[in-house]
């Protein structure tokens, strides 16, 4: 299996600019999260899907982020309008059937917004 | 509030000594705890995850200890290998695979 895919590995973006960063989780897995590391903060959970449903969203950090997941195999993580503050790097993690708790984490894409 | 600590934020040993990671949890009332490898530029991947109900799990020279009562983690790491440095994370799980919160880490260094 090749694992988590996530791209694109790098954006730059100019603040004010639509981003969209996008997930293929790990096939069969059902469960899948999102999150955003930076050094001030480390790594913080912003959404989490099962089956392709919103559970909590409770991280996400305000209404310029949104998230989809309209398949079992792709998820969105949309930022709109983009600022500086949201330069990061974001991760996405799949989870098999029944374990939850067996995080397999993409590579990320480290976001930087000028 | 619950927060996720982990002291130091940097370790530098020479290679094939012994060393060990800490990590503290403010809410005892954990589901799990595990700890995670982040190499740079890449993602995290799973060491060891230890349930509420166990004290200890093993993985070849990767042991790791939960202690509940007194809020604490530790990785024990044998033997250190150049390969073995990275940043080390742990994570608190609670009550629901959304309640996750992640230490700060600590970036190890094995000089050979």
């Known amino acids: 299996d090749a694992g988590v895919i996530q791209s694109p590995r790098h954006e730059v973006t100019e603040m004010g600019q639509e981003v969209t960063l996008r997930c293929k989780p790990i096939?069969?897995?059902?469960?899948l999260f999102w999150y955003r590391q930076t050094m001030m903060r480390g790594l913080e959970l912003l959404i989490y899907?099962?089956?392709?449903?919103?559970?909590?969203d409770s991280g996400m950090p305000e209404d310029r982020f949104s998230a989809k997941m309209p398949n079992a195999s792709f998820s969105t993580l949309k930022i709109q309008p983009s600022e500086p503050r949201d330069s990061a790097v974001y991760f996405c993690?799949?989870?098999?059937?029944?374990?939850?708790?067996?995080?397999?984490f993409g590579p990320g894409t480290r976001l930087t917004v000028t | 509030k619950q927060e996720v600590t982990q002291i130091p934020a940097a370790l530098s040993v020479p290679e094939g000594e012994n060393l060990v990671l800490n990590c503290s949890f403010t809410d005892s009332a954990i589901y799990n705890l595990q700890w995670f490898r982040q190499d740079p530029g890449k993602g995290l991947t799973s060491l060891l995850l230890i349930q509420s109900s166990q004290r200890e799990q093993t993985s070849g020279r990767l042991n790791a200890s939960l202690d509940k009562s007194s809020g604490r983690s530790t990785l024990y790491i044998a033997a250190s290998q150049p390969g073995d440095s990275a940043t080390y994370l742990c994570a608190a799980l609670y009550s629901s695979a959304s309640k996750i919160i992640f230490g700060s880490g600590t970036r190890l260094s094995i000089r050979p």
């Open positions: 993690a799949s989870t098999p059937t029944g374990k939850v708790y067996e995080q397999y």
């Open positions: 096939s069969g897995h059902n469960s």
């Open positions: 899907f099962n089956n392709n449903v919103p559970i909590d």
